[in-house]
């Protein structure tokens, strides 16, 4: 047999095995292929104007669709050094434990929680709104004897209040919303990290609603962690969430009895990983989200060129001018006091005879315009609209309060 007569036998063989082997395989497939993933994706665009996420501006956009390479590779660490840095300017903090957790707010709420607290230990949570509730459940998860103040939605705690609650339980950890976003409150940090440590006890602040839109210091108010997530005033997509760990806190987090019960949020390798443990070099924990690094890194871009001082100053005068609007326009305000109102996101008592869902149904089908009702506590008891990073501008309070005219004019209004 001739060489090409060889070659020209064996290809054909193959081609017959290949054939056998798909055909016996097709038939052992049950489930086809789904129609729906044979037709091109869409996504429309929308005003994001509800409490989060928020929209995501073509520069951020544009940088997320740079190439991907390793999470180990050289490049991508100096791209988490730069995301290091903002974060620290962002939090107004040297802590050298800065990093971003791969995940949403939730996943950093977690991390803070996963590792300072052991089961057993006293936790004291701050309760006015969901947040609260959900930093109450995750440390009971786990064993804590959890402790709770409570605050009526749209309220918040004195530092008297905080006081006698921390001379009670002696807690190894209080918990407070900075920006409680199902409430609108923007609830005062001042005093509570000094009163905090007076008692031996590390301040968890959640941030998510309110970092870059109001002033919030971390190592001036003694706060000893502090996270926050992407998708919010930063305007990046979700799925990073800045968070930093102070002295005090770490000295408590490496001395635990017991490993915290996650190793994905285990503070020891995700210190490594983002080259905040001083080792000479970085071991492989997971694989970090390297897109999400670049939107994050370029989100943070964003607010150091505008400055943090006038973006708080922006989101402020933007949020008095909506407030006024609102008022002119005959509507309330959830959050009576003037000082605690998020700056962020706004919380409107919902309107007497009208049904809630109709109204933000109503909103979004006709000026495709994303604003939401109430979460858990606040549950038809307010409309919440969300004017955060690049969305906190005059021209979307105009928008938004056009929309509410309009909805307000067609809707139903019961005649109870």
């Not at 962002?90 to 991390?111: D, I, Y």
């Not at 190793?263 to 924990?285: E, I, Q, T």
């Amino acid at each position: 047999m001739t060489r090409d007569v060889c070659l020209l036998w064996f290809h054909s063989s193959l081609r017959f095995g290949f054939a056998c082997y798909a055909a016996g395989n097709m038939s052992s497939i049950s489930v086809p292929p789904p129609k729906c993933l044979q037709k091109p994706l869409t996504v429309p665009y929308r005003h994001m104007f509800g409490p989060g996420p928020s929209n995501v501006p073509s520069r951020i956009l544009e940088a997320g669709v740079n190439p991907v390479i390793g999470h180990m590779h050289p490049e991508i660490f100096e791209i988490m050094n730069d995301i290091k840095s903002g974060i620290q300017y962002m939090f107004q903090t040297q802590n050298k434990m800065t990093l971003a957790v791969s995940g949403t707010g939730h996943s950093a709420m977690e991390c803070a929680i996963f590792n300072a607290v052991e089961p057993g230990d006293s936790v004291l949570v701050a309760v006015n709104g969901i947040w609260g509730e959900r930093a109450a459940e995750m440390a009971e998860r786990i064993g804590a004897r959890v402790n709770t103040i409570v605050a009526p939605p749209g309220g918040c705690f004195t530092i008297e209040e905080m006081e006698k609650a921390l001379s009670k339980h002696r807690p190894v950890l209080l918990f407070v919303a900075h920006g409680e976003s199902s409430t609108g409150v923007l609830h005062p940090l001042d005093g509570i990290g000094q009163l905090c440590h007076k008692y031996n006890c590390l301040f968890l602040v959640d941030s998510v609603a309110s970092i870059g839109g109001a002033p919030v210091y971390m190592d001036q108010q003694e706060i000893d962690i502090l996270y926050t997530g992407s998708q919010k005033v930063l305007n990046a997509p979700p799925g990073t969430a800045p968070i930093s760990f102070s002295e005090r806190a770490c000295q408590k987090i490496f001395s635990r009895r017991t490993k915290p019960v996650s190793f994905y949020l285990d503070l020891s390798w995700l210190a490594n990983y983002w080259g905040c443990d001083g080792k000479p070099s970085r071991v492989y924990h997971h694989t970090g989200p390297v897109t999400a690094f670049y939107s994050l890194r370029e989100s943070l871009s964003v607010l150091v060129e505008e400055g943090l001082e006038n973006s708080w100053e922006r989101h402020l005068k933007v949020a008095e001018y909506f407030h006024a609007g609102l008022e002119s326009m005959g509507l309330k305000l959830f959050v009576k006091e003037k000082r605690l109102r998020l700056p962020t996101v706004t919380t409107i008592v919902a309107p007497y005879g009208y049904d809630w869902k109709e109204i933000t149904s109503y909103i979004m089908k006709t000026h495709n315009l994303e604003i939401s009702g109430g979460l858990r506590p606040s549950v038809g008891l307010v409309l919440r609209v969300g004017l955060m990073g690049c969305n906190s501008s005059r021209e979307n309070v105009d928008m938004v309060l056009a929309a509410l005219k309009d909805a307000l004019k067609h809707c139903h209004k019961s005649k109870v």
